[in-house]
């Protein structure tokens, strides 16, 4: 059981790059989100879908998409990296459903990204 | 606007110290409460809190929520150099499908 997996798990960028970060789940999870981790920061949420064909907006989204084609995969894409977008990038996933437990976050390994 | 606040920032204790860390909270619709380790990596789940007043145990380490006063503490006894990391506090708000975190508490254990 491979849990969440994340790639690449380093990538430095030039100024105006686009690049995808690739997020895959295997425990059929509906609810999955993109968070950024930045010193003093905490964990800072990008975006969420709740299923397939449903994303939303978390707290910063600018600069950022994402897209939910399938219930395992949910990439983040940097259209025109910035600076201001090097951090470590999160993904993480849950059943999310009314049922004891079902709400825990499980995360995978992260991505650090440098933006020149 | 929800936030969480967790606190110390930061804490430096001797192998064998107890300790506390603080996370208030002030959301809407809460469902849960949260807390995670973080080392190097990945935040790795520690706790769920969901009641008021119900302790939650996991060898050394114990938490209680009051949903009274809107916070929860995380305790650590006989602290050990692996207790070192980052100890994050999220809370879970129903209906909205955010979890919100908290800026994390950095915890250093000394031989």
């Known amino acids: 059981n491979a849990g969440v997996t994340q790639t690449p798990k380093f990538q430095v960028l030039k100024t105006g790059q686009s690049m995808t970060l690739q997020c895959a789940q295997d425990m059929n999870h509906e609810y999955m989100s993109w968070y950024r981790q930045d010193p003093g920061m905490g964990l800072r949420l990008i975006h969420y879908s709740v299923g397939a064909g449903i994303t939303d907006q978390g707290e910063v989204p600018n600069g950022y998409n994402v897209s939910r084609s399938t219930t395992e995969d949910f990439p983040l894409r940097l259209l025109s990296a910035a600076p201001s977008q090097t951090s470590v990038y999160f993904c993480?996933?849950?059943?999310?459903?009314?049922?004891?437990?079902?709400?825990?976050?499980?995360f995978g390994a992260g991505s650090r990204l440098t933006v020149l | 606007e929800d936030k969480v606040v967790q606190s110390p920032l930061s804490l430096v204790v001797h192998e064998g110290d107890t300790v506390t860390l603080n996370c208030s909270y002030e959301?809407?619709?809460?469902?849960?409460l949260l807390w995670y380790k973080q080392e190097k990596k990945a935040p790795t789940f520690l706790f769920m809190l969901?009641?008021?007043?119900i302790e939650k145990k996991s060898g050394r380490l114990s938490s209680i929520l009051d949903k009274k006063e809107l916070f929860s503490i995380l305790n650590i006894t006989a602290t050990q150099t692996g207790d070192s990391a980052i100890y994050l506090c999220a809370v879970d708000t129903s209906g909205t499908y955010k979890y919100i975190f908290g800026t994390g508490t950095r915890l250093k254990v000394l031989a």
């Open positions: 969901t009641s008021s007043g």
């Open positions: 993480a996933s849950t059943k999310h459903s009314g049922a004891p437990g079902a709400n825990v976050l499980t």
């Open positions: 959301v809407t619709n809460f469902r849960s």
